[in-house]
């Protein structure tokens, strides 16, 4: 009975009598904070760009997240959503690149694939040693890439949602390594030679194991690694022995300074937020310059870099002249992006770093 | 079609008219970026935007601060890239833009204000921009001895 008087009670008329419908509660459709505000596409053929999004509220990028949770920047929180557990980087300096939605937009625009832009028909010929040498080369640069594509997908999950243009990008930067690998171990599968020895692994644990924070791993990864990959990749576009070898360096050199720029813009953004940072992030590179050292000491690489380039094991002498070069080269670049990032290393590089700079073409061995 | 000088605005003009419609340039990707092209006393900047060339035109000294990179090579080495094109319809391994940043002992692209974050556009561009020079091979050129 009370049920039934309970329905009654609820049935609405209108001053006629007549029943009026029961409407649904549309009260979430004023749950929005930034309606009427439209995004534009660019002039002049740019698209419609993540970076062109950002206008009105949508354009407020605050210093922190407060919520560990996925909410999207600009929408309207669930009451009560609180925080959810992982992304606990929430702050704007441990993650923010300027540049970070306009590289996005190019890695999309500028994508490729290894399977059909490279002549690979051209990637025939060579003399055992320096096939040899390329095989072991192909190893360890697929091996770095490998690591790269880890280290970027286990830091995502912990990067707070609100920086969206930085998830973006990083999501390329993946896909970007990866490409490097699998292009890498194509080369070295071309031709028989097939996967050759892996590389000492200094660096590959000191990037995988830097539990200090992203910007630390960015410092190992794309300020030190990614300077000795481009580099030995610039040499390779150069002086590789065959067309495909050529191409295949030359196409990947892109891909490898987009996370450059990322990394030297994410610095200086980060430095010019938290002044103190640059004592720890020296501190930092210290340790990692050591361990690129030491894996430099193992005379693999240099040495089928050597052969590569010297056209064979009769021509290594030659060849190690441009790995001198080389290496005199990654470490300008290196500091080069520390200058940019305003974290100068001109005074403060390493022993090991300064012989190569001088043109040694290994680090030395520590005295017992 | 008559010879067009190098380096003018016109031969540049003629570059980007065809390289804008250049399959091979287009899926390279889009670019951003202001270049100075500095062959004996002249200079040259061209936008690079998105997949537009244009604002081609002469400038002065001082303009090269407004580009992201310059890049400047001595008007024999521009010669010998640019008959190297020509001879093989695009430039061979020793005439690339990379090969030639490295055979000497400074690079051949800077940023006038030594800031690194534009100088590094030049490798990021870099299949677009041997893209762009590779296309002079379809332009009739005549070399005028610039001022150094």
Known sequence: MVQQQNQQASVRRDLDGNLVPELPDLSWMDKTLGWGIKARVEPFGGGMTVDALNVGVYAEVPDHIPFRNRLPRGAYPAPGAGSIGGYYLQDKHEQWADCAGLLYEEAISRRWSTATDIPWDTACGLPDDVELAICQLATELSQHASVETEVISGWLQNLSPGYHEVKLFLSTATYDSARMFEGYRKRAMINGGGMMLESPGGMNRAIMETYAGWSQTVLGMWFIRNALDTTILRYLAAYGPTEADRTLAARLIPDRMRAAAYATDHIRFAISKKPELPIGFQVWLNGVEFAQARDLRDPVLTESLAIIFGRGVAGMDAGMQIVRRLLQDFVKTYLSRCKQANLDRSKSLTGPFQMLLAGAAAPPRPQA | ?148
């Open chain 2, 1 to 148: 079609m008559a010879d067009i000088e190098f380096p003018s605005v016109e031969w540049f003009q003629a570059l980007a008219d065809i390289t804008k419609e250049d399959p091979t340039y287009r899926k390279f990707g889009r670019l951003n970026a202001v270049i100075v092209f500095k062959c004996g006393d002249k200079h040259i900047s061209t936008n690079f935007d998105v997949l537009n060339i244009h604002e081609i035109r002469e400038v002065g000294e001082n303009a090269r601060r407004d580009a992201d990179f310059v890049i400047e090579m001595e008007p024999d080495v521009w010669r010998g890239m640019l008959d190297d094109i020509k001879k093989n319809g695009h430039a061979s391994l020793d005439w690339t833009l990379n090969t030639l940043d490295l055979r000497f002992d400074e690079p051949i692209h800077r940023n006038e204000l030594q800031d690194g974050f534009k100088a590094d556009m030049f490798f990021r561009y870099n299949p677009s921009l041997q893209a762009f020079f590779d296309n002079a091979a379809k332009i009739p050129t005549k070399f005028v001895a610039p001022v150094a």
